[in-house]
């Protein structure tokens, strides 16, 4: 007889485990709910690790299984004292837990009490949101930059891939952020002097060298910020987001033209309009359209079949 935990595991074995194989035997369909059963407790398993790592419950909880693994090998060796001591501790276990892990708990708990069942089970928000996000954060950071006269060069990612202008810069791999953004911008400081490209949803570097526009009818009177601006905005689908150091001006390259002296209102709707609707709305599009075309190609299938049968 197994003894350890406080508990009989030969009698719980054979009482749930035994039994629970010989209706699997009588009857196999039970096999489908075992295996959604034994799937939804392994992701919440994975979805409580994934809320105390990184936290001081960590350190706990690695602590348990230390004294779990110990408890098992006291009554493995017949460690009598030693086992009940450890079985006393494990029985004493549901409630130090709770206490332990009362934060974590509690936040869980709010979280399924506010509806952000996403957050709780660690799933992201949709691209769709996470962008118009992004885009309302670069937007309090160029109005904060322009209030300040701090020069800015924001490069926003599209669907042309910029990977080696993001190479002449330092790599960062940030969540976005306005207050990032505008600690990147501060004057005198080693990252202020070039571009912040942001690409998948994360600001990819800082201090990026932009190719210049050259052509002969741009504007003599704009900067080097804006010139390399246009010439992103040329070369790429990029958009680029400019405050002028010596006005404070926003303004906003897209196919190498520059959309000069923007508000705070004006450049939210560009960015959204160029960013969020046209991306996600050809998406949209074009799974419509593929699933227009399966349904075709099921129904001319039918059609076929009922042919060949007559």
Known sequence: MITNFGMNWESFF???????IKSLQSNPFELVTLIIDISIVVFLVYCFFRIVKGSRAWQLIKGIALLIVATWVSGLFNLKILNWILTGIMNW???????????????????????????????DKDLSTRTKEDIYKVVIAATELSKTKTGALIVLER???????????????AEVSP???????????PLHDGAVVISGNKIAAAACVLPLADDNDISKELG?????????SKESDSLVVVVSEE?????VAKDGTLIADVRED?????????????????????????????????????????????
């Open 179 to 189: 207050q990032l953004l505008v600690n990147i911008f501060e004057p005198k400081t």
């Open 93 to 123: 276990g549901v409630i130090a837990i709770i206490v332990i892990f009362q934060p974590e708990l509690r936040r869980a708990l709010e979280q399924l009490g506010t509806n952000r069942i996403t957050q709780f089970f660690g799933i």
């Open 266 to 310: 004006v450049l939210k709707k560009i960015l959204i309009s160029n960013i969020v609707t046209k991306r996600f709305a050809s998406e949209k599009k074009e799974r419509k359209n593929r699933l227009k075309e399966l349904k075709d190609k099921i129904s001319k299938a039918k059609e076929n079949q009922k042919e060949e049968s007559k």
């Open 224 to 232: 080097t910020r804006h010139r390399a601006a246009i010439g992103i």
């Open 247 to 251: 006005t404070g001006k926003i303004s």
């Open 159 to 173: 669907d042309i891939k910029i990977q080696d202008i993001v190479n002449t810069g330092i790599p960062m791999n």
């Open 14 to 20: 054979n009482d749930n485990i035994g039994g629970y």
